[in-house]
């Protein structure tokens, strides 16, 4: 059978519509699952991936995150955040000497920082913003 792939304003109108109605949802699985039952009330052909929901309704600045962290056996400091793949800041300081560090990348949009200890997102809740 096929499949349509919504635009993104459909998209967001969706998770307008289910943030209205479910002002806090406590997990990525449970607000996809809303999405996407609102999606199919307008065409039954609509998929849509949970990572797409999350990044679409954080980038449009419908949806507030908190994040729990789980630790991560990668070394690798990411370039883009791994929630919303927008571009992560570095955190500098100076040290005594006079030379500066790195002391964290946090995300230019949503709450994810990165620290010595590397971190993975663990699980995501989410709240309406507007």
Do not use: W
């Amino acid at each position: 059978m096929a499949y349509k792939i919504p635009d993104e304003e459909s998209v967001a109108d969706s998770v307008l519509i289910v943030m209205h109605k479910n002002p806090q949802v406590r997990s990525q699985s449970e607000l996809t699952s809303l999405v996407r039952e609102q999606l199919y009330s307008m065409d039954s052909n609509y998929r849509v991936s949970g990572e797409r929901i999350r990044r679409i309704g954080i980038n449009r600045g419908i949806i507030g995150v908190t994040i729990d962290y789980n630790a991560s056996g990668v070394s690798r400091i990411p370039e883009l955040c791994p929630v919303c793949r927008n571009a992560m800041v570095a955190i500098k300081n100076r040290t005594l000497d006079g030379g500066v560090i790195e002391m964290r990348r946090k995300c230019s949009v949503c709450p994810y920082t990165l620290g010595s200890n590397p971190t993975v997102p663990g699980r995501y809740s989410f709240t309406k913003r507007r």
